[in-house]
């Protein structure tokens, strides 16, 4: 590592608020396999498995901060908060607040294509740096870390949903608060050639099947099938509402 790359990464602890003990895991955090892959460089290991176990430090510690900050939430809400913070676009976001992109050593191919934009590039890079404090300071420290790049975001009381289209999460908070249970998914049919696969899935509460349905993936037909449950919800709930209405208008008209 040469004196511009280490004031670089020097520079970039600051903005981390950890100072390594071992600098050289910053500067393999920060390496993708396309640099190995087409450069000369002494560096020969990618970030890769550091974002393998920086994947692992974050759904734990993220676990354990939220139970701290929402002591009273059901598993379900807690889950949907997780899968919140620390999905592709909300990493990616952490990581272009820490600049990280500037600090990336890319391939010329992958400079190119615009890799210090990439989403999954920038996530990737921000799993590896917890990774990297890991294997530098212990779990302990990686929590310290995460509290102070989260805390922002640790603060609202009623989680926003991850997207508007997903239904997953809606469920699960819906099934948790009536049942106390979470719903079942289970791909129930196969269709077409595999290059263009459907699949059918199903969704069940408390052994019941509430949805079914379509798509490319699984995952899509999962989202199908909770998108069809909650509207099942929703239609009998709504006909509760306006039996009992109709109930109250007949007792008044008596």
């Known amino acids: 590592m040469d004196d511009k790359r280490l004031a670089s990464l020097k520079e970039l602890e600051g903005r981390l608020g ?27 290991q990618s970030n890769e498995v550091l974002e393998f176990l920086g994947d692992a430090v974050l759904n734990l510690a993220v676990s354990y901060l939220l139970l701290q900050k929402f002591p009273e939430d059901q598993e ?5 908060r997780r899968a919140q913070l620390v999905k592709q ?3 990616a976001l952490l990581s272009m607040e ?15 294509n ?3 934009k990439k989403s999954s590039i920038l996530a990737n890079a921000y799993e590896a740096v917890i990774g990297a404090i890991f294997m530098d300071s212990g779990f302990h420290r990686a929590v310290e870390i995460l509290q102070h790049h989260f805390e922002p975001y640790l603060q609202t009381k ?3 949903l991850l997207l508007s289209d997903d239904f ?7 099934s948790q608060k009536t049942h106390g249970l979470s719903p079942q998914y289970r791909v129930v049919k196969e269709s077409g050639p595999d290059h263009d696969k459907r699949f059918q899935a199903s969704v069940t509460i408390n052994g019941e099947v509430k949805g079914i349905g379509w798509g490319k993936s699984k995952k899509e037909a999962e989202q199908e099938a909770a998108k069809k449950a909650l509207e099942e919800i929703n239609k009998m709930s709504n006909d509760e509402v306006q039996s009992s209405n109709e109930c109250q208008m007949f007792k008044i008209n008596q």
């Open 114 to 116: 615009g890799g210090t």
């Open 18 to 44: 950890h100072q390594f003990n071992d600098i050289g895991w910053l500067n393999r955090a920060l390496t993708h396999r396309s640099f190995i892959n087409e450069t000369d460089s002494s560096e020969k």
């Open 98 to 112: 820490l600049r990280l992109e500037e600090h990336l050593l890319l391939g010329k191919g992958e400079l190119l």
């Open 76 to 80: 379900g809400t807690l889950s949907m």
């Open 158 to 160: 009623t989680p926003s």
């Open 89 to 91: 676009s909300s990493l």
């Open 168 to 174: 997953k999460s809606l469920l699960q908070i819906q």
